[in-house]
Structures are given as C-alpha cells and as structure tokens.
C-alpha cells in the first residue's frame, strides 16, 4: 500500500504563514493550525531532542500535539467508503485501530520553513485551510487541509496534496483489497503496514 501520508507530518512543517490580505481576524480552524504547528516547532527545534538517539522521543511527542486534532474515526470511515456501513460496530473499531498508526507514521526529516498556510475557507461545521509546501525541488506543492467540527472542536479528517485527497487515495486502495478478499485480508494489510517503523 503505498501513499503519501502527510496529514500528520505536513501540520508540523512550518511556522511561516502566507495569510491573504484582509481586515478579517483569522478563523478557529486556521488558529488551531497555527497553534498546533507553534507548539511542534517549538518542539522541533528543543535543543534537548536534536540528536539521532532522541529521534523517537521527539516523533512520540509530536503525535502527542497533533493526535488531539486528527479526526481517526472519521478519515477511517471515508477511506472505507460504503464497505463502513457493511461493517459491525466492532469491526469498525478495528479498522479505526488499525488504520489509525498508519496515518500517525511521522516523517523524520521534517523542515518548518518549507511550509507556509494560507487562507481559510469556512462553511458552517466544514472549513478548509490552504498551505503550500516547497519540495525538494524548489517549487511550490498546494496543500488543502479539511475540518469539521466535531463536539464543538474543529478536527481534520483529509488532506489534499496536489488535488490528490488522501482519503480517497486510500479508499480506492481499500477497494481493490476487497475486491479481492475479505475485511480479514485487510486488517492483516493494516497490522502489517503499522509495524513497520
């Protein structure tokens, strides 16, 4: 299975934002952003946590910040698509499980200025936040981070990279495996790919 999982990484990227120009205070989704990537530079750049031996400890903590925003749940249930509905609520348990540490895999070689935010978009409980990443390359990649707001609190549950929604990415993934085996073949593939370190 094989994507590019950035939901979690790319909020700890940067803390330079190319907000537009406007007398409108920025919204709670894109406040939230900007205070979960603060405290992930903040953390970034812990002198105490710079060594390759504290690669781990730094990785552990930095899902420690995002974890709190990332709707696992929900980004499992979409990547599922109809099968979700197909499933028992313990087998949805599972999945969320399961699908959860392959969306919380961290990039270690992470870069704060390669990353700025831009504008917000909101629509009732939905918003959506702009950003640009600059690859290796030099160039400009556009990143769209979705929310909605859950329980009072504004959460992610996609990201799309390039116009390539994760979300999707993975559901059309999830379709083939069951379209060629079973919700067993599929945990075993999750299990698998979230050992992997």
């Known amino acids: 299975m094989h994507t590019r999982i950035h939901l979690i990484s790319f909020l700890l990227l940067g803390a330079y934002f ?3 120009a406007s ?8 406040e939230l952003m ?17 060594s390759r031996e504290k690669g781990k400890e730094r ?10 925003i990332v709707d696992f749940e929900e980004m499992t249930k979409l990547a599922l698509g109809p099968h979700w509905t197909r499933m028992t609520p313990a087998e949805q348990e599972e999945l969320v499980r399961l699908f959860r540490p392959l969306l919380e895999k961290i990039i270690s070689d992470w870069n704060p200025e390669k990353m700025a935010l831009g504008r917000e978009t909101i629509e009732r409980n939905h918003a959506q936040v702009e950003s640009h990443e600059i690859n290796s ?3 400009p990649v556009p990143v769209v981070y979705k929310l909605r ?8 549950y996609d990201e799309v990279i390039a116009n ?4 999707n990415n993975f559901r059309a993934q999830f379709d083939r495996v ?12 999750l299990r698998e790919k979230g050992e992997k370190k």
């Not at 900007?34 to 710079?50: C, E």
């Open 59 to 68: 990785a552990e903590r930095m899902r420690e910040i995002v974890n709190s």
């Open 149 to 156: 707001r859950v329980d009072g609190t504004w959460k992610i």
């Open 164 to 167: 390539v929604s994760v979300v």
């Open 137 to 139: 390359s030099g160039y």
């Open 18 to 20: 190319l907000i537009a």
């Open 178 to 189: 069951f379209d060629k085996s079973s919700f067993e073949e599929l945990t075993k593939l």
């Open 23 to 30: 007398t409108t205070a920025a919204g709670e989704p894109l």
């Open 34 to 50: 900007q205070s979960t990537i603060d405290r992930g530079l903040q953390l970034f750049k812990d002198p105490a946590l710079q």
